[in-house]
């Protein structure tokens, strides 16, 4: 009886370490190998601090009840508070952002390619939507749309192109957690016209089926605008 107890435990211990056998998900963009190991920076994440002189201002963060300024073209901003911010969320997998909006301020279509997001509604109205990843032939990609109001929750999942527009007349503010200790983003207009260097014209009026005189004003506007990042 104790022997086949004591099989049934090795077996799935095996199994369960079959299951788990895989790389980690990558923390940063890149983390590209040197052989020299003084050079490492990135430890897909950060480098850990002695425990011994970790201190409580390592977990803290102050002033997310403050609004981040929206005087900018788009009139929104996004305060983040990640790895970058924290030092102590290293490893852990979560992260938060404080989102304002001005009457009609946009957060414009982006992506977090590390992360799902879930928004909270404090104040005013906003108008979120997400889009599926290319459909079976001849299908559309889907928009799931929704207008939330203060107390509504909605959910953006990993990697999937996302805005949030603040339809109401007063100014909006939201948070929002993100199941990465550096979600990232990727504001797809900034990167896809406001690159450095541009991408070829050649390529950018072919994706988008339009003349070179359209690609340009873009590459123009997002080459000035890319400062703004959000
Ligand atoms: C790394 O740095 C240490 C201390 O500065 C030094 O002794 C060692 O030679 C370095 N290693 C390499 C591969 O450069
Ligand atoms: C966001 O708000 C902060 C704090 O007011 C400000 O320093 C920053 O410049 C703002 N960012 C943009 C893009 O307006």
Redesign the pocket.
Known sequence: MAFRFHMAAVILTLVFAIVCASDPSPLQDFCVAVPDANATVFVNGKICKDPKLVKPKDFFFPGLNKP?????PLGS?V?QVNVNQIPGLNTLGVSLARLDFAPYGLNPPHIHPRATEILFVLEGTLLVGFVTSNPAMNMKNKLFTKVLNPGDVFVFPQGLIHFQFNQGKTDAVAFAGFGSQNPGVITIANAVFGSDPPISPDVLTKAFQVGNDVIKKLQTQFWCDNN?N?
Request: glycine share 12%; charged share 0%; net charge neutral.
């Open positions: 981040g300024s929206t005087a900018n901003n305060t703004y959000p």
